[in-house]
């Protein structure tokens, strides 16, 4: 596949209006398209190729190799000599996916942001498709979602993506008056990004706590809604899932959008750390509980950050029940052999007791010792949390 194309001198302005109702110096949105590698060597030159032949040009990009020990190295050096704009980060130690993306989200400075898999391709029309969705959106949803190809040894064997195929079969996700096509500059978007695509975006609310997305490559962020989640101190550790986490952490509080058209291809070659094939129903393309499976830690990870970070999401009552039911739909089981049953048994549970002090001052101790009596915690434990912080006042 040939992605030679328009965008080459990628700007991080962008495109000026052109609109002469509209100031001269503002600028389409920057995306920063963060590319995360380890051992794709031999894919990463097309997939930088394919960020390149964008139509649409206001694009940074960003390379963050995870320690490689394979031809990578040189195919950086090429990268960097075609494209010298391209910023390049060489890791000494592999420490995972989330690390990675963290690094390179902190050297980013885009409104929206990509995390890209180096064994993917974006096709051409992916970046402005994503901005011209947000923009035309009447919801301000914290990122969207584009179906995919799925490619196995280079052929292309399905045009869609399973968990977003059974959320559109559903007939959810369709609302009156929710879209709204941008037009604020003269000569972008082009007029044949908008034929139909109003019917092709459906809206994923918040509190949405199942899988209907596509992985990592097909979702674009909000900047600040991933800072709402990404000063986790835990999340580094997280080795991989790293879309689970923000995919379900902004999508469960701010919702989404998915986008029924194909932006990008996902490759299959036998060395995916998750998906094994294209998929198939009623199989499962992964093995549950294996190297690639941390969906738990993910789930665990928000629920730690909404909690330890509730005064961030709770500024009134209606933002507090909002956080509530996400705990419900988001609870999993702890995966720590040596913590008591009833904490095994929820997380929610457990993090409540963890950071309690930080939860009670919003919520108040009677408000959090119910939820907590509700998720399983044993009455001699409500019991004890609050009584040292309060037998230290007293003194």
Request: glycine residues 8%.
């Amino acid at each position: 596949m040939n992605f030679s194309g328009p965008a080459d001198g990628l700007s991080k302005t962008g495109p000026r209006l052109c609109d002469e109702t509209l100031p001269p110096n503002f600028h389409l949105p920057l995306v920063s398209i963060i590319v995360i590698n380890y051992n794709y060597g031999r894919y990463l030159e097309e997939a930088v190729e394919s960020i390149f032949a964008q139509t649409y040009s206001a694009i940074e990009c960003i390379i963050v190799d995870n320690a490689s020990t394979d031809e990578t190295p040189a195919v950086l050096a090429t990268i960097a000599e075609r494209h010298p704009q391209v910023i390049i980060i060489r890791r000494e130690t592999n420490k995972g996916q989330t690390a990675a993306s963290l690094e390179g989200f902190a050297r980013s400075s885009g409104q929206y942001v990509i995390f890209f898999d180096a064994d993917d391709l974006l096709l051409p029309h992916c970046v402005e498709t994503h901005v011209y969705v947000h923009l035309s959106s009447r919801i301000h949803i914290g990122f969207t979602a584009g179906d995919m190809l799925q490619a196995h040894n280079g052929n292309i064997v399905l045009s869609t993506g399973e968990a977003m195929n059974n959320y559109i079969r559903s007939g959810r996700g369709r609302r009156p008056n929710n879209w709204r096509p941008y037009r604020g500059h003269a000569n972008w978007p082009p007029a044949s990004i908008g034929q139909n695509l109003s019917a092709k975006a459906l809206y994923v609310p918040p509190l949405c706590t199942q899988w209907v997305w596509t992985p990592t490559s097909g979702l674009c962020y909000r900047r600040d809604a991933i800072l709402l989640f990404s000063d986790n101190p835990r999340l580094p550790h997280l080795w991989t899932a790293t879309d689970m986490y923000l995919a379900h952490g902004i999508g469960g509080w701010c919702g989404s959008v998915l986008i029924d058209e194909p932006l990008f291809i996902y490759r299959m070659h036998g060395s995916n750390l998750f998906s094994q094939t294209a998929q198939l129903h009623h199989a499962l393309n992964y093995k549950p509980g294996g190297d690639g499976d941390y969906i738990s830690q993910a789930k665990a990870l928000i629920i730690d950050q909404l909690i330890h970070r509730c005064a961030r999401f709770t500024p009134n009552l209606l933002f507090k029940l909002h956080l509530i039911g996400l705990l419900f739909g988001l609870d999993t089981k702890e995966t720590d052999p040596d913590l008591p049953r009833w904490a095994k048994r929820s997380c929610t549970a457990h993090r409540l007791v963890m950071h309690f002090d930080h939860f009670a001052a919003q919520f108040g101790e009677p408000t959090t010792k119910l939820l907590m009596l509700l998720f399983g915690v044993p009455w001699q434990v409500i019991w004890r949390c609050g009584r040292g912080a309060r037998s230290a006042h007293n003194t």
